[in-house]
């Protein structure tokens, strides 16, 4: 853990220094400008410039980050006492398995729509990290990205993306035509008949 | 006397506002509000803040569809509420807390559930929440108009330095590793600067602009860098700025749902819990041994709740230490009893309407879930601070009355569905995980319609997960990017109205105006700010010095 609090700092304290630098900078349109110019507290009688509140943030930053290293060194936090390593091998295939998956939910929303790629996201989930019954999976798969579209966009009108062009002409165009003209009971109706389906899977699946 | 006055001189339009609470439409947000909040207060790992964050782009549906301003906030702190009586069930009945409000609940929750009597501890601590609920909102009902009235004549120096105090209290009380947390500070605040500077309009920190992504190429021997560029998309990017949401539902929604899932590994054991009418009705007559736990909770909470940085979790491992300390029978601490669960759930609910305070009446929040609804109701249109009690009656007295109803049903709702609860929190967390993946991801797609938020949403969601293990706290950094727009605008106000010089925020003889007045409440704000920075250093000087002292000796 001690060397991980080490690395971490190291890091962080690079970005600070980064962002110390970034503070600095001038408009890209502004080739005559000079490095740092805008950091000032008072510049020309109106007050600090643009960059100085984030330049001293970073700075701050920084010697946080110097700190929490020699912390670190001297075995002051928790952490560089702890013995314990950062990640243990169940924590690093979590966070791969997990972490991945979220990574690839977000790279399908743009091709195959926001509720498929829910879809394919929590069978993923429950299927192979959960070990959950097949057809449990299937149907909870199924129902969550279903009520999340009928309460996002029809009844909130809050249109998620809908992937590739020819996915959302065969099926978000007709089904949004359809469900538009129903009224809010059938809509209620709707949630209610899937969640009983989904109650009913879940209730055979543990017996 | 003048407060208890101002008090009578309220009720009129407490009158009005609570009337306005028990509309049809309030009412039910207050109830699915409630509802919500238990489920979220009694799941593992996520507590109020969790709920608040990720349901926050719900909100803005809500104030489109209802006629009222405050249904949305309403809304909001029904599940705030909610999570505070909802993390005594898993406290009790699973021996883990719902919510890190609950820890201190499991001291005494777990040890009774144990022996049996887990239906009385949950009936003990939804009781208690009650009484320290409606005992904080009278006091809140006291102090928030007359507070508010005296951060009237507030000006940007005294808001900075206030802004410092809160800041300050997470340095010297916040009781995490003090350059962590001023990292975590800074860095907050440090992204609320992305994007464009509302002063100057020029854009700033665009991360891995066309110049920069130029410069990498050309350093990486690519002799044609200037044709090949954007590569990325960095205005797409940051111009807008972080908006809140994104670092708050990375952190909550994603970085502490991973640290749980790593934490629990799935896995929770439920003990045996027994529920009936006749039980509960056992359980309401038995709350008179823990009248005392309920009193100390319900005061303590509110007072240690309304200071910055301390908020719900502090006040109540406060007060269960206080009721232990001034109870006949200390010893009985943690083998089972009631005063121990009812100081610390008093105490919380308490503590979540003290922490309101200085969010409505200063617009400074003193904790993540404040913060988060701080940030909703500047994107709702409103202006938190010392204005909104005179500009915005519609607003504020509503939500009061909202205080009370909530109270309310909370308690019902809490009592009647505990069975519910109960088998929900069977569930596995293998299906909770994915839900609460996903409501993130759509949440934040649905608060801003863009991509670019949502990847850096998870990004931050991952990068929150590294730093929770290496014990950074996050919640400060939370706090600072919903209050770093503000900080940034008032200090440079300030030093503009100073010619830049800083002896505006420190010293009580800094002519602002040329007519030689006096100003006080900012240095004195400025130098409690000093002294509660300075605190861990003195101590550990102190302790240094004793330590040697001892060896010498």
Known sequence: ??????????????????????SGEGPEWDTEYVHWANTGINIDGSGPGKGFWPFYLALGMFISCI??????????????????????????????????????????????????????FMFYYMMFLGRHPLKLSIVTSLVVPF????????????????????????????????????SLLTIVLCFAVTGAVLAITARASRH | ??????????????????????????????????????????????????????????????????????SPMIFLAAIYYGAMYGGAISSITLGIPGASTAVATTFDGRPMALQGNADRALVTAAIASFVGGTIAT??????????????????????????????????????????????????????????????????????????EQTAVLEALGSTDAASSVPIFNSVGWFSRGIQFLVLAIGVYGIGEMLWTINESRYKVTMTETKISASRIM??????????????????????????????????????????????????????????????PEAANNSASTGAMLPMMTLGIPGSPTTAVLLAGMVIWGLEPGPRLFEDRPEF?????????????????????????????????????????????????????????????????GLGAYMLRILDYPL????????????????????????????????????????KGQEWWIAPITTWIAVILIALPIVVWGIRKMRGQTAADV
């Open chain 1, 147 to 182: 009520w999340l579209y009928l309460f996002f966009d029809i009844v909130m009108t809050k249109v998620q993306p809908k992937g590739l062009r020819w996915i959302e002409d065969a099926i978000y165009n007709p089904a949004g035509a359809f469900f538009r003209d129903q």
């Open chain 1, 67 to 120: 700190w929490i290293i020699i912390n670190a060194f001297r075995r002051l936090s928790p952490p560089s006492q702890s013995e314990e390593p950062f990640m243990d091998g169940y924590a690093k295939k979590m966070l791969l398995f997990v972490g991945g998956g979220l990574i690839g939910f977000l790279i399908l929303i743009d091709l195959i729509s926001m509720y498929a790629a829910i879809a394919v």
């Open chain 2, 396 to 460: 504020v007295w509503p939500l009061i009355g909202s205080f009370y109803i909530s109270n309310i049903v909370a308690v019902l709702v809490n009592l009647a569905f505990i069975p519910l609860f109960l088998a929900v929190l069977r569930m596995p967390f293998t299906i909770l995980a994915p839900v609460i993946f996903v409501l993130s991801i759509i949440g934040t797609y649905a608060a801003y319609d863009n991509m670019y938020d949502v990847w850096l949403m998870v990004l931050f």
């Open chain 2, 475 to 514: 919640a400060p950094a939370v706090l600072a990017v919903v209050l770093g727009g503000t900080a940034e605008q008032k200090l440079r106000q300030s030093l503009l109205l100073s010619d830049g010089d800083f002896a505006i925020f420190y010293s009580p003889f800094f002519d602002r105006d040329g």
């Open chain 2, 282 to 343: 056992r359980g309401i007559v038995g709350m008179k041994d823990a009248w005392k736990g309920t009193a100390i909770g319900s005061l303590l909470g509110f007072f240690v709740g309304i200071l910055p940085a301390a908020g719900a979790t502090p006040g109540s491992l406060m007060s269960y230490g206080v009721s232990k300390m001034t109870s006949r029978d200390p010893k009985s601490y943690g083998q089972g009893n009631p005063d121990g669960v009812a100081a």
């Open chain 2, 138 to 211: 009278l006091f809140f009902t006291v102090f928030a108009p007359a507070l508010s009235s005296v951060a009237l004549d507030f000006g940007n120096p005294e808001i900075f330095a206030l802004m410092l105090l809160a800041f300050a209290t997470f340095i010297g009380l916040g009781g995490d590793d003090i350059p962590k947390t001023m990292f975590s500070i800074f860095f907050g605040l440090l992204l609320a600067t992305v994007g464009f500077d509302t002063i100057s309009g020029e854009p700033r920190l665009i991360f891995f602009n066309e110049r």
């Open chain 2, 1 to 70: 006397m003048d407060i208890f006055a101002q008090f009578f001189d309220v009720l009129p339009a407490l009158q009005q506002g609570i009337w306005v609470a028990v509309q049809p439409h309030n009412l039910a947000l207050a109830v699915i509000g409630v509802i919500v909040g238990l489920f979220v207060g009694a799941l593992p790992g996520l507590g109020s803040v969790n709920g608040v964050a990720i349901l926050l782009p719900f909100t803005f549906v809500i104030n489109e569809a209802t006629p009222d301003p405050a």
């Open chain 1, 1 to 22: 853990m001690r060397r991980a609090e080490i690395i971490t700092a190291f890091l962080l304290a690079l970005f600070s220094a980064y962002l110390m630098w970034k």
